[in-house]
């Protein structure tokens, strides 16, 4: 069954700190995989994609890693800001299948505290 | 600066009123969709239009739910009656997709519904 698990739930850091979400996926053929940032009361939006052939990309404070052997990825942000809380949410894409068959995690909710 | 419109940003009804959701994609987009976000499921996909064609809306309760997109500019999201466990965050999507390659999902900002 292909499925998105993203970890921790949830995650609450010092302003400054760094910190890093984790999201495994068994979704397989695979297209790319997105990081969204959802801030409380918006909609998600997109912080970077990453297809097969890529290792990591950055935007920003924000670094998304992926290891397409393992079906891992990781979103590390560094120096953290009270405006980085919000919720993470990993979306995969599987390969041929649709626009519609997105898979998507069911997020972790940060929180940056002064 | 282009965005997907949502209204109304919420909505508070009773057990068994009609709700209607509205939502304006990009201009130039050729995909739209729906989702509903609650706490315990997340993102769960209602229904997909390509080209203002309906391609998937397996994902909604057929007897209750009813999305259409009448023109290129407008897709609507029917509820009748509505019932409290549709009680979520809807949200509109629009993006470009070719040959089944997805490209950026815009989310608009989310209609809440609370069904009383």
């Known amino acids: 069954k292909n499925q998105v698990e993203q970890s921790p739930q949830s995650l609450i850091i010092l302003e400054g700190k760094n910190c890093t979400l984790q999201c495994n996926y068994t979704v397989s053929p695979f297209s790319n995989l997105r990081w969204y940032k959802q801030d409380t009361g918006r909609g998600p939006v997109s912080l970077t994609i990453?297809?097969?052939?890529?290792n990591t990309k950055s935007n920003g404070r924000y670094t998304a890693t992926l290891d397409a052997d393992t079906k891992q990825s990781s979103l590390h942000i560094t120096a953290s800001q009270l405006s980085d809380s919000a919720s993470y949410i990993c979306v995969v894409t599987p390969n041929g299948s649709g626009a519609n068959n997105l898979f998507f995690g069911t997020g972790t909710r940060l929180t940056v505290i002064p | 600066d282009a965005r997907v419109t949502q209204t109304p940003r919420h909505k508070v009804t009773e057990m068994g009123q009609e709700v209607t959701m509205r939502c304006q994609p990009i201009l130039g987009h050729n995909t739209v969709f729906w989702y509903r976000q609650t706490m315990m499921q997340g993102l769960e996909l209602l229904a997909y239009f390509r080209n203002r064609a309906p391609l998937d809306d397996s994902g909604m309760p057929k007897d209750r739910f009813s999305a259409e997109m009448p023109d290129a500019t407008l897709a609507t999201l029917k509820i009748q009656p509505s019932e409290p466990r549709d009680s979520a965050v809807y949200f509109c999507a629009s993006g470009l997709v070719y040959e089944e390659n997805t490209g950026e999902l815009f989310f608009g900002e989310g209609s809440r519904l609370t069904v009383l």
């Open positions: 990453m297809t097969f052939s890529e």
